[in-house]
Every structure is written in structure tokens, then in C-alpha cells.
T-cell receptor
């Protein structure tokens, strides 16, 4: 059984650019959640996808968007990057929306 | 707005000590409370609690939930240097998970 994987591990972008982060869920998991974790803070919930549909969203603007594919992998897209978007982006997968979430290693994004 | 507050923010103990980490919450449509350990990047799952008063144990770690007073504690007995990490408490509502800021635990030999 493979765990949750994310790519890339690190990324540097400039303000105004767009970025796509990727997540492969653990085998058998149909739910993926995305989190933003700033330095010294707890993860902040961005949104959750369940069977390819958005199933909950935190307080993030529309320039944060996502997709889930038929194989349950997922993408997080962020448009018009701002300096404050610099953070660790974590993906977590689970057997269902209310089940235990297992986290990937994260993508560290730096916006200059 | 949903809120999760952890205390203390940081803690330094000696190996062999027992520690208690606290988590209080205000969440609409509570479903479960989760504890995670974060060492470098990925938080690793420790416990999920849904019912009051039932202690969950895993080795030297244990946790309990009080849904009436809206808090949970995580106990670590006989601490080891490998327990040094940030411990995160999260509460799941209907379609959202809210994390606390975490408690940074440092265990010194």
C-alpha cells in the first residue's frame, strides 16, 4: 500500500504567477483535503474533494481552486500569487469525508 | 467561526517526565477530534476521538475527550527524545477540519 505523495517538494514563484500542486492519494482512498500551513501555525483547511466533487471549503478566496480526478488524485491551483501564499501546502487522503486523514510530505511554496 | 486552542504553546521537559497537552474547541456540528504529531513536514495520525470519557491508548500515549466541557487532553508518559515534535489538535465539523496552532514539545536528555 503506497502512502500519500505530493509534487513538487519545493517551488519558487514570483508574485502574480500561477501554480499547480499535485497529490496522489493513498490506495483505496476517495477523499482528498488540502491545507495551507504557514510557519509556526497549524494547517488551515482550504477544501476537500470527495469522488471528484468539492465537499467543503475553508476561508480561502476563489483564486484557490482544485480538481479531483477519477483515480482520486488531486490538484491545487493558485492564481495571482501573493507573498502571503508562501507556505507548506499539505494534502491528506482518507477512506471517506469523515474518516481519518493521512498526510503527504507537503510542497513548500515560496513566493517572491 | 470554529476555533481550536491548544496549550501550552511550547514545553521543555526532561526524558522520563510525563506531559499533558490541552486542546479546547468551539466547533459547529462536531464530528470528531484528532491528534497529530508533526516532526518535519507531514503530520502523522495519533488518535481520533468521537465519544466522551473513553480513553484511547497507544503505548505511552493516551487521550480522552470531554464533549460537555469541549476539551481533550493528550498524555505522554515516560517521555523520550523521539517525542520531540509539534503536537496538533484538530476538530472535524460537518464539512471542515479546524486545526489548533500546536504545542511544541522538546524533550531533553
Amino acid at each position: 500500500e503506497t502512502g500519500v505523495t505530493q509534487s513538487p517538494t519545493h517551488l519558487i514563484k514570483t508574485r502574480g504567477q500561477q501554480v499547480t500542486l499535485r497529490c496522489s492519494s493513498q490506495s483505496g482512498h476517495n477523499t482528498v483535503s488540502w491545507y495551507q500551513q504557514a510557519l509556526g501555525q497549524g494547517p488551515q483547511f482550504i477544501f476537500q474533494y470527495y469522488r471528484e466533487e468539492e465537499n467543503g471549503r475553508g476561508n480561502f478566496p476563489p483564486r484557490f481552486s482544485g480538481l479531483q480526478f477519477p483515480n482520486y488524485s488531486s490538484e491545487l491551483n493558485v492564481n495571482a500569487l501573493e507573498l502571503d501564499d508562501s507556505a507548506l501546502y499539505l494534502c491528506a487522503s482518507s477512506l471517506g469525508p469523515q474518516e481519518t486523514q493521512y498526510f503527504g510530505p507537503g510542497t513548500r511554496l515560496l513566493v517572491l | 467561526e470554529d476555533k481550536v486552542v491548544q496549550s501550552p504553546l511550547s514545553l521543555v521537559v526532561h526524558e522520563g517526565d510525563t506531559v499533558t497537552l490541552n486542546c479546547s474547541y468551539e466547533v459547529t456540528n462536531f464530528r470528531s477530534l484528532l491528534w497529530y504529531k508533526q516532526e518535519k513536514k507531514a503530520p502523522t495520525f495519533l488518535f481520533m476521538l468521537t465519544s466522551s470519557g473513553i480513553e484511547k491508548k497507544s503505548g505511552r500515549l493516551s487521550s480522552i475527550l470531554d464533549k460537555k466541557e469541549l476539551f481533550s487532553i493528550l498524555n505522554i508518559t515516560a517521555t523520550q527524545t523521539g517525542d520531540s515534535a509539534v503536537y496538533l489538535c484538530a476538530v472535524r465539523g460537518y464539512q471542515k477540519v479546524t486545526f489548533g496552532t500546536g504545542t511544541k514539545l522538546q524533550v531533553i536528555p
